[in-house]
């Protein structure tokens, strides 16, 4: 399967599923989304680099993010 391809694939699905912004997915969008989910599901940063097939953890760095997004929402919103 080719790249070309796969990119044309992933907007058609796109499309059918009613995504409105469909021209913005690629299928990076989807390997990105798939680490970020499975990083905020299990909170195990190896487990979401062996998924992904990174061979080193600061490539992992990008999905940090979401922890730290999520802490700082939680601790906005603690009842003192």
């Not at 399967?1 to 990076?28: C, F, Q, W």
């Not at 953890?57 to 009842?79: G, P, S």
């Amino acid at each position: 399967m080719n790249g070309r391809y796969l990119r044309e694939m992933t907007k058609r699905k796109a499309v059918a599923a009613g995504i409105s912004e469909a021209d913005r997915v690629t299928p990076h969008t989807l390997r990105h989304t798939f680490a970020t989910d499975l990083l905020r599901e299990t909170k195990n940063i190896r487990l979401t680099q062996k998924a992904l097939g990174h061979a080193s953890l600061a490539a992992m760095m990008i999905y940090t993010h979401v922890a730290d997004e999520e802490l700082e929402k939680a601790m906005r919103h603690r009842q003192p």
